[in-house]
């Protein structure tokens, strides 16, 4: 079992900042792919952002393409989500994913281990 759990969430500005992390316990993240999804009122979860058990690959929604950037730290047992130049659309719950997969998918079916989500609030 991996228990996930986020960080980071809170309110911010447009224009702003916020660096999202995802500590994991239970075993070591390193065999996982690992993503983030993101939910905003009234809408479905949605995929964010992706990165490969090696760390060598790495996926963005359009959405967030040259905005975000996702990172792991193995030695932690840690993901990152760095977010920059936010706006009100990336105002959601931000929820953290682990799967045993050979690479990652943008739907959540094939995630085993989910967070409990960060709030994410970008204002005017």
């Known amino acids: 079992q991996v228990q996930l759990v986020e960080s980071g969430g809170g309110s911010v500005q447009t224009g702003g900042s916020q660096r999202l992390s995802c500590q994991a316990s239970?075993?070591?993240?390193?065999?996982?792919?690992m993503a983030w999804f993101r939910q905003s009122p009234g809408k479905e979860r949605e995929f964010v952002s992706g990165i490969g058990w090696s760390g060598r690959t790495t996926y963005y929604a359009d959405s967030v393409k040259g905005r975000f950037t996702i990172s792991r730290d193995d030695a932690k047992n840690t993901v990152y989500l760095q977010m920059n130049s936010l706006n009100p659309e990336d105002t959601a719950i931000y929820y953290c994913a682990a799967g045993a997969l050979m690479k990652v998918f943008t739907t959540e079916g094939p995630y085993d281990y989910w967070g409990q989500g960060t709030q994410v609030t970008v204002s005017l």
């Open positions: 239970g075993r070591t993240i390193s065999p996982y792919c």
